[in-house]
T-cell receptor, first 113, second 112 residues
Framework: DAGVIQSPRHEVTEMGQEVTLRCKPISGHNSLFWYRQTMMRGLELLIYFNNNVPIDDSGMPEDRFSAKMPNASFSTLKIQPSEPRDSAVYFC???????????FGSGTQLSVL | DQQVKQNSPSLSVQEGRISILNCDYTNSMFDYFLWYKKYPAEGPTFLISISSIKDKNEDGRFTVFLNKSAKHLSLHIVPSQPGDSAVYFCAASWSAGNMLTFGGGTRLMVKP
């Protein structure tokens, strides 16, 4: 099993640009999570999906952030427009159920200049 | 308000000695606790978990202790090895089906 696959690994962009992060969960996992890691706040949950349906997006910072899961094998996290304070490592994770242990991808290091 | 807190951002230990990482939580509904380990440039990986019906769970060199009355858990690594150097995250959830809440992490450095 390839595990959770995220792309790109690194993204450098300028303030105001649109950024799209991608995730392929482990096949057969029903729950998908987007996390953001920062020095100040550690690992914070942004949104999670169960069976491709967004269940809780209360962690999404503001309207500039949006996430989709069009099918069981693909999800995107979009930031439009991006701001320097969005700079962080963004992780995608999946699990069999929402309370089972999570399997994380390697993350996307986002730098907004 | 952080429901799961790791108050020590870093910890340095000599190889062969015991490492103790601490975690406190505020939500009494939490009944399932996990520790994750994260190496640089990688995602966190599951290490060990404990249910609230237990107060101890052991897996090789790793033991997690849970003190429900104090809302405190700890991870013991003995003996510590240089390869244990990583960031350790504590996480909690409750069986009503809610997702994990993570602490801020503790960076462990094991010196040879």
């Amino acid at each position: 099993d390839a595990g959770v696959i995220q792309s790109p690994r690194h993204e450098v962009t300028e303030m105001g640009q649109e950024v799209t992060l991608r995730c392929k969960p482990i096949s057969g996992h029903n729950s998908l999570f987007w996390y953001r890691q920062t020095m100040m706040r550690g690992l914070e949950l942004l949104i999670y999906f169960n069976n491709n349906v967004p269940i809780d997006d209360s962690g999404m910072p503001e309207d500039r952030f949006s996430a989709k899961m069009p099918n069981a094998s693909f999800s995107t996290l979009k930031i439009q427009p991006s701001e320097p304070r969005d700079s962080a490592v963004y992780f995608c994770a999946s699990s069999l159920t929402r309370t089972e242990k999570l399997f994380f991808g390697s993350g996307t290091q986002l730098s907004v200049l | 308000d952080q429901q799961v807190k790791q108050n020590s951002p870093s910890l340095s230990v000599q190889e062969g000695r015991i490492s103790i990482l601490n975690c406190d939580y505020t939500n009494s509904m939490f009944d399932y606790f996990l520790w994750y380990k994260k190496y640089p440039a990688e995602g966190p990986t599951f290490l060990i978990s404990i249910s609230s019906i237990k107060d101890k769970n052991e897996d090789g060199r790793f033991t997690v202790f849970l003190n429900k009355s104090a809302k405190h858990l700890s991870l013991h690594i003995v003996p510590s090895q240089p390869g244990d150097s990583a960031v350790y995250f504590c996480a909690a959830s409750w069986s009503a089906g809610n997702m994990l809440t993570f602490g801020g992490g503790t960076r462990l450095m094991v010196k040879p």
